[in-house]
């Protein structure tokens, strides 16, 4: 079976699919470093409750997702984090 490759033939359609692409992209990179932060923890045999797991979850913002990474590493309980 052969498949087709098709090109899009507007210019709203070719910057609509871009804006996808990159959304998914952000959204993949803020999962990951989600991920990282509830690995952290986890090694260090710390509780997550499951209020601080849905506002570490549902965070969009890389810079702050990467402040509690590094600040997982020392913290004294997971919700230590959402003050930072």
Known sequence: MQ???REFLSDWARDNVAKGEAKGE???EAKG???????????RGLDVPDDV??????CS???RLDAWVQA???AQSARDLLDI
Do not use: H, Q, W
Request: glycine fraction near 6%.
């Open 3 to 5: 498949t087709e490759t």
């Open 26 to 28: 952000a959204k993949g």
């Open 33 to 43: 470093r989600a991920d990282s932060i509830f690995t952290v923890l986890s090694a």
């Open 53 to 58: 797991r849905t506002a570490i979850g549902e």
């Open 61 to 63: 913002d890389l810079e």
């Open 72 to 74: 997982a590493i020392t």
